[in-house]
Structure formats: C-alpha cells, structure tokens
C-alpha cells in the first residue's frame, strides 16, 4: 500500500510535468512573443527555467542519472558532464542557426531515457552479454543531442539579433537554474525513499517505467515527423494541430459574424 501510494504520486506528477510542456510547447501568441522582446534577457532567463521545469524529456533523463547516485562527488561529476553537453550544443547551435527537425531530435532524447533507464539495470550485461559503454562519455554525448534539442526549440522564439549571444546565456542560465531545482528536489526525494524498504521495488519499477516512457516519446515523435514528412497522408498540412485547429475556429467565428452582419 505504501509503495502504491508513493508510485501514484510519481504517476500524477509526471502527467502533470508533461501536460504543463505541451501548454508551453503550443500556446504562445504573437503578442506573448512581443514580450519576450521587449522583456530583454530577463525574459529569456526565465524562460529557460520554466522549459526546463516542464521539460519532461530533460527531466526524465536527469532522473534516470542520478537514480542510483549515492555520493554528493558522483552527482556533481555526471550531472556537470550532462550540463556541459548540453550547454555547448546549445549555445553554438543557436548562435551559428544550426537547426534540425525537432520531432527527430526529441524522437532521440526519447530513446536516450530509454538508454539511462536500460543502464540503470544493467541491462547491457543482463540480456546482451556485453560491457556497457562507459557511463560519463555516454551522458556527456547525450547532453550534446539534448543541447541540439534545447537549442531547436530556442529558435523557434523571437530572438534579438542585436543581443543575440546574451539571450542564448540567459536561456542557458535559466536552464541550468531550473535543472538545479529539479535536481534538488529528485534527491530529497531519492535520498528519503532510499531508506525505505520499498526502494528496490521501485527502483525497478520507475526504471521499467522510464523505459516504457522514452519508447512512447520515441514513438510521438516520430507519429509527429511522419505529420511534416508525408502531410497528404493526414487530415492537416501543417506539423501542428493545435493552430490548425486555431485557424479553424478563427475562420468559423468570422463565418458567424459575416452572417449575423448580413442579417
């Protein structure tokens, strides 16, 4: 019962993270991007908090990190290595405008939580009889693509050419704040489970879980480049349903007024 009632919440709370990310992801109007602008690079620091607060991808993977960390020096070593990946890709990509389609680069990131998670329960040795590669270049390697990913959706903002490299630090800062808070709040919660007498049925479960979560990201991703690859083989033209559905309601509103005028 009561690794039940800690798995609920571990469930309830992940749904939370990846419904806030899909608010995030989709519903910035053009007036909210005005702000961004107007807000200097303040507005890109916190920006770069709530992206990562809502990431769940990214959030995923910092988890499956440090699941089995127990020393403060392990922590520090392999979650710097992820930072520094992610922070070089993500500031030269965006400052050189490298860009990628980011339905494959986040299909990616999924299946490197799948990876961690795969790690975690040595499953390298387990069911391919093989060493496993070795953890700190893997994560370091990684961080790079989850930069790339970062970077991606940075470029999607309105971005101010003339304080360009300033935005992208700020970005970058506030990404490394909200990861910090993540963090801090995965070990607290960690460090007290870990005592418990129900940690080694959870720790299979949420690496099981983590597992299933990167193949069905993996899977959305994919679903949503096929969307852009081959647009006559679905009901929309574009990669985002969300504003199609948009224009829909804009056109169906005009469309009432039109008549409502005429009457």
């Not at 418990?196 to 479960?205: H, N």
Request: aromatic share 12%; with cysteine.
């Amino acid at each position: 019962m009561f690794l039940n009632r800690k798995v609920s919440i571990f469930i309830v709370l992940a749904s939370l993270l990846m419904t806030t990310s899909l608010v995030f992801a989709h519903g910035m109007s053009e007036a909210e991007k005005q702000s961004i602008i107007d807000g200097g690079n303040m507005s890109y620091l916190w920006l770069g908090a709530t992206h990562m607060l809502t990431g769940y991808d990214h959030l995923l993977f910092v988890f499956g990190i440090i699941f089995f960390l127990t020393t403060f020096r392990d922590i520090v070593k392999y979650i710097t290595a992820f930072t520094l990946g992610h922070s070089v890709t993500l500031i030269l990509a965006t400052f050189n405008q490298v860009q990628v389609n980011y339905f494959l680069i986040d299909a990616i990131i999924g299946l490197s939580v799948c990876y961690i998670a795969f790690a975690n329960i040595d499953g390298f040795k387990k069911y391919l009889n093989i060493k496993a590669p070795n953890m700190m270049v893997m994560i370091t390697a990684l961080g790079l693509i989850h930069g790339l990913g970062l970077s991606t959706r940075l470029q999607q903002l309105p971005l101010n050419e003339d304080q360009l490299l300033l935005n992208i630090i700020s970005f970058n800062i506030g990404i490394e704040l909200g990861q910090i808070l993540a963090l801090t709040i995965m070990l607290l919660l960690l460090f007290s489970w870990r005592k418990s007498t129900s940690f080694v049925g959870f720790a299979r479960l949420s690496n099981a879980v983590l597992i299933f979560a990167g193949a069905f990201l993996f899977t959305m991703q994919i679903h949503g480049y096929w969307h852009i690859a081959t647009p006559d083989e679905f009901g929309f033209s574009t990669d985002n349903h969300y504003h199609d559905h948009l224009r829909m309601n804009e056109q169906q509103a005009a469309t009432e007024n039109t008549h409502q005028s005429i009457d």
